[in-house]
């Protein structure tokens, strides 16, 4: 399929929006989370099966895919997701991917540009599942992010983990604005419970009597 040459993704783009809903929404306190609930939360969209498809009067063997889909069915959107071949993980990316094609508003029948949509709506879903923010706190706590880790931590499958290393540093936290700290910032200490679930934060336990010890100890020196 080829992709228009003007457009290329939009990577801090669309970790603005994601951020935006990680920072804003209620449903979402830990993870995994449930996405359903967020859909629900932040959209009129709903999301159904494909075992329910008929109800709509739709062939669910016409879906271009095996995982998940949007239809906008006379201005009511429903996703519709595969919950007989997909294993839990596989659908929360699944849904997750489709909910960043309509908060990024793309247009999927642009045929010349859909290969970039997807590779937006990849990187949306990660995000949402695997925030870099979060990511970055854990390595300065000492923690190796690996493929088995990702999938202990934010109970993703083994894909989703391979492709959330393969995409990491897209976006420069060394680069970041005075706003995009603040909401890095946010995103770290709301999360700040499971952050310290996986490495707990070292605090230093400020003793008087002992440090009185020390100082005595100094003075002798002298």
């Not at 595969?82 to 029948?109: A, M, P, T, V, Y």
Request: glycine content about 4%; overall charge negative.
């Amino acid at each position: 399929m080829i992709c228009s040459d003007s457009l290329k993704p939009n990577f801090k783009r669309v970790m603005e929006k994601a951020n935006d809903i990680l920072v804003s929404s209620i449903v979402i306190d830990t993870f995994p989370f449930s996405i359903k609930k967020v859909i629900k939360e932040k959209t009129n969209i709903a999301c159904r099966s494909y075992l329910k498809a008929g109800m709509y009067g739709i062939d669910i063997n016409a879906f271009g895919s095996q995982d998940a889909i949007y239809q906008d069915l006379e201005g009511k959107g429903v996703i519709f997701y595969n919950e007989e071949i997909s294993s839990k993980e596989r659908q929360r990316f699944s849904l997750n991917h489709e909910f960043g094609h309509i908060q990024l508003k793309h247009d999927l029948d642009d045929k010349n540009n859909y290969a970039i949509y997807e590779i937006e709506a990849n990187f949306f879903a990660a995000q949402m599942l695997m925030p870099e923010q979060i990511i970055n706190e854990l390595i300065k706590r000492g923690k190796d992010i690996t493929v088995e880790n990702l999938m202990s931590w934010f109970k993703v499958s083994k894909m989703a983990a391979q492709k959330r290393l393969d995409t990491l540093r897209k976006i420069d936290f060394s680069h970041r604005s005075y706003n995009e700290r603040i909401i890095d910032e946010s995103i770290v200490l709301k999360y700040q419970t499971f952050i310290d679930s996986i490495a707990p934060k070292k605090v230093d336990y400020y003793d008087p009597y002992l440090e009185e010890e020390l100082q005595h100890e100094r003075d002798l020196w002298y």
